[in-house]
């Protein structure tokens, strides 16, 4: 079972590896359209990431936005409670 691919003869196992690596450059391609859409978010670069990492500033930044999130839950939970409580 050989086949014949650019003049050469090879087996049928080998002839689908190379069929299947001559389709590989085009398995990536996408439309034009979707490349534009997301936004690029400027890479920081390596000397900003180890400050960043050293000082601890993701934790503090986390932290801080986590505390900004649970006062705006607990202020929306209190003032549904209040309106409960006025029935």
């Not at 601890?56 to 649970?70: E, L, M, N, P, S």
């Amino acid at each position: 079972m050989n086949e014949v691919i650019g003049g050469y003869r090879v087996g049928g196992a080998l002839a689908a590896i190379l069929i299947g690596c001559a389709g590989l450059p085009f398995s990536g391609c996408r439309p034009a359209s979707d490349a534009g859409d997301k936004e690029t978010v400027p890479a920081k670069s390596s000397a900003e990431l180890l400050v960043d990492g050293i000082t601890g500033k993701y934790a503090v930044d986390a932290g801080q936005r986590a505390k900004a999130d649970i006062d705006a839950i607990s202020k929306q939970q209190n003032a549904r409670l209040e309106e409960v409580l006025e029935e």
